[in-house]
């Protein structure tokens, strides 16, 4: 006869074989002896053992819980969800997404060691790997998104890691994840996606033969722009075996409201992504059509030139970040014209952030890109005409409609 608590956690077990959307609702923990339907949220730093032998063994094999520096019953269920999501062995997550990349480094990485990054990756993730890691010996070379004979000739017989992210901010370049994947392996390394724009949703690099997914958890994944979190998600070697422990030593470890609130995140992703995708395809051909605009980035878009690959890798979406360039004579011009569209809008955010419901209106060369000199963002394509829009869920007219307020009151050029 099965006792209570057998059959508690029996029940809380998925058949083999249920759906995404399925794991992104139920993939967890089993319940407690209470029985909660919502996953429970356990704000406790340490766990009480039933005796010292006990105690002794948790310890030693790091399976049951004693410290939440090192494990969290919430931290679990999300990192769980998150592991099936991605159809991943594991997961472990990390206070923000740039904890989760120095995690990533931390437990691969070593002086001597050889990098090679996309140049058009999230500012911050570039100056990890090209200045503070620097300062320890790891060397990175920085190449062309999509350019993958670049990607080749950079590597070395040092070679441990390639980094990649698609589609990327504010350009929306997609790169080829499987055949990265290919050079990765032919020189021995690894390949690490970030797959913060697309989430499991839309994308799921490891099924290309990438090795290792980083989330920025604070975008889509958490989805309400309320928490920071991180996550790295691979096989149970890498992720348990080789990362867990640099987590636990070093600490960045997500705390449990942080953890709740993505986890909760999670059961509605499905649903915004296609929502926000849906959307964002909709803003962008109105853009396209509008005189004012002389040019939209976005995957979902025929004339983008990676479309074709995009809508292999991301099942047929775009995802919801796109952006759009006002044309002027001069920078300054340019400048001031992206300037009175952003300041026109009533109900778009003015911030720097995405993944929200709330549409979020930017102005990459003052802010996301701001520190780089005007020749560096001319190099990388990023002009001061430049406007990005990471769309939210309002109604898509009020989103348009908030738009033309700028865009129909410009000066004639
Ligand atoms: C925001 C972001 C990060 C960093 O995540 P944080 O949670 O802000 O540390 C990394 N990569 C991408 C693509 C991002 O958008």
């Known amino acids: 006869m099965e006792s209570d608590e057998e059959r508690r956690i029996a029940r809380a077990r998925l058949p083999e074989g249920v759906r995404p959307e399925t794991l992104a609702v139920r993939a967890a923990l089993a319940p407690s002896q209470h029985g909660e339907n919502s996953e429970g949220l356990f704000l406790t730093s340490a766990y009480v053992q039933p005796d010292a032998a006990t105690s002794a ?5 790091m399976l049951d819980f004693t410290y939440s520096r090192t494990s969290n019953p919430t931290v679990r269920s999300l990192e769980m969800r998150l592991a099936a999501m991605e159809g991943a062995e594991a997961a472990i997550a990390t206070t923000t997404g740039m904890s989760a990349i120095l995690l990533l480094i931390m437990g691969l990485l070593k002086a001597g060691d050889h990098v090679v990054c996309s140049r ?15 300062k320890f010996g790891v060397e990175t070379s920085f190449v062309a998104q999509t350019d993958l004979a670049d990607w080749r000739a950079a590597m070395r017989p040092t070679t441990k890691l390639l980094f990649a992210e698609t589609p990327t901010n504010p350009l929306t370049d997609v790169c080829d994840i499987a055949a990265l994947a290919g050079i990765a392996h032919a020189g021995g390394a690894l390949l690490a996606v970030d797959n913060t724009f697309c989430t499991p949703a839309l994308q799921r690099p490891l099924s290309l033969g990438a090795d290792v997914v980083m989330h920025a958890a604070t975008k889509y994944l958490d989805g309400q722009g309320r928490v920071m979190a991180g996550a790295l998600c691979g096989s149970e070697a890498l992720i348990n075996g080789i990362m867990a422990p640099v987590l636990r030593t070093v600490g960045m470890t997500l705390s449990p409201f942080n953890a709740w609130v993505v986890l909760k995140g999670l059961e509605t992703l499905h649903l915004r992504m296609k929502a926000q995708s849906d959307q964002a395809l909709a803003v962008a051909r109105w853009l396209a059509a509008r005189p004012e605009v002389a040019r939209v980035y976005y995957p979902g878009l025929a004339t983008h030139p990676q479309h074709d690959l995009a809508m292999r890798q991301q099942s047929g979406l775009g995802g919801a970040v796109l952006s759009f360039d006002l044309q002027a004579d001069t920078p300054e011009a340019a400048r001031a014209r992206a300037f009175h569209v952003i300041d026109s809008t009533r109900v778009l955010s003015i911030a720097t952030n995405l993944g929200d419901t709330k549409s979020i209106i930017t102005h990459p060369a003052t802010t996301s890109h701001g520190r780089l000199s005007e020749t560096q963002r001319q190099a990388a394509g990023i002009g001061q005409g430049m406007v990005r829009l990471a769309v939210g869920l309002e109604h898509v007219d009020d989103i348009t409609d908030d738009l033309l307020r700028g865009l129909a009151t410009l000066p004639t050029a």
């Open 120 to 134: 058009s990756v999230f500012g911050s993730t570039i100056g990890l790997f090209g200045k503070e890691f620097a």
């Open 57 to 61: 063994k948790r310890f030693a094999d």
